[in-house]
């Protein structure tokens, strides 16, 4: 009976751990690490739009812990189509971005032809009524840079009536974009209205034209220098990689620069400090911000997939540049106009024009 009861235990130690020792656990599947891809129908390098996109993807893949690349396509046309075809058959991703008008009838085209892949499109949105499944598997981010124009027309109307160094005594300001398309007439809407709030004649007295191109210098230099020669003082760049030669006509002729997109006096202080100086605040489209906070959002299991959202001064998406150089340029009187200005906004006192109804 002994011998029996001692095979018995022998037969149940090697069931239970081959041979008398403990199950190795099996250690729980590694989590899926979510894959973006960025796609950028241009170049990076502009110190504005495309560079703040990037931005936002590097804070993902720190604080989020996603795979990320990102492709840039150069600034032909004719290669953006084969380019978004090529990287939405060929790379591995879970989420492509990709961002401006241009690209809004591309998305919607690659994203029904992927119903398993999620798109997000920055800076326009796709046209959800026509695309064959509704384009559920894509998320659209607009930005009301109406507003964020506003504050900078604002700004530059009240700035060209004070007595300060580079300003003509004219009251006259100007405003470069880098194609006549309706994202970029927003911005010149915006402008406009808050330079009449400034006291400016919004059609006198707000020079406003269009470079034809986003990669450009020599012709926003070109066309800068030529609003200078009337008497502006200041020119607001919505431009993108064109509005560095608005920086360098600012610099030579010893003007005034607004920037656009990104914090641009931030970008080129340490690189190109004489361009930096000349540039006393930028309208902020928080590219980076909001591509970080879809990514976060769809982590979350809370992203908004076949919508369009509109990200305004509310909700971080748009706003003024109050940097270093602001505030040493900035008279005091101007800071509180602007501070009043946003508040008003926030609270449905100033309703900013915008060319999308």
């Given amino acids: ?46 110190k504005s739009f495309f560079d703040s996109a990037q931005r936002g993807i590097d804070r993902a893949k720190q604080e989020l812990n996603i795979e990320a690349e990102t492709i840039e396509l150069g600034v032909d046309p004719a290669k953006w189509e084969p380019g978004l075809e090529d990287v939405a058959a060929n790379k591995p991703y879970d989420i492509l971005i990709a961002g401006t008008f241009p690209m809004r009838d591309l998305v ?15 800076d326009t949105d796709v046209d959800y009524d026509k695309c064959p499944n509704k384009c559920e598997n894509v998320y659209s ?13 604002l700004y530059a109307g009240l700035m060209v009536q004070q007595p300060l160094p580079g300003m003509t005594g004219k009251r006259l300001i100007g405003a470069i974009g880098g194609q006549d398309i309706p994202v970029i007439n927003d911005f010149i809407v915006g402008y406009k209205q808050g330079a009449k709030d400034a006291g400016l004649d919004p059609e006198r007295e707000v020079l406003v034209q269009y470079a034809g191109g986003w990669n450009d210098p020599a012709k926003g230099k070109e066309i800068t220098k030529a609003m200078y020669r009337q008497g502006a003082s200041i020119v607001f760049n919505v431009a993108g990689g064109t509005g560095l030669g608005i920086f360098e006509a600012a610099a030579e002729d010893g003007r005034w620069a607004i920037g656009v997109d990104s ?24 590219v980076d911000n909001s591509l970080f906070r879809a990514l976060k959002l769809h982590l979350e299991g809370k992203l908004a997939w076949g919508k369009a959202e509109s990200l305004g001064i509310a909700e971080g998406g748009v706003g003024l540049a109050k940097n270093e150089n602001y505030q040493k340029l900035t008279p005091e009187d101007i800071k509180a106009r602007i501070e009043e200005a946003e508040k008003a906004i926030l609270e449905g006192r100033i309703r900013v024009d915008t060319v999308f109804k």
Avoid: H
């Avoid at 931030?266 to 902020?284: C, F, G, H, V, Y």
């Fill in 141 to 153: 981010i607009l930005y009301k840079q109406n507003e964020g124009s506003y504050l900078a027309g």
């Fill in 108 to 122: 919607a085209s690659v994203a029904a032809r992927y119903p398993d892949k999620r798109f997000i499109i920055f």
């Fill in 1 to 46: 009976m002994k011998k029996r009861w001692l095979s018995l235990l022998v037969l149940f130690s090697v069931l239970a751990g081959c041979g008398g020792g403990a199950a190795p656990a099996t250690p729980p599947p590694a989590a899926k690490r979510l894959k973006v891809v960025l796609v950028i129908n241009g170049v990076l390098g502009d």
């Fill in 263 to 286: 914090d641009q006096w931030l970008m080129l202080k340490d690189e190109k400090p004489e361009l930096a100086a000349r540039i006393p605040t930028s309208m902020l489209k928080n």
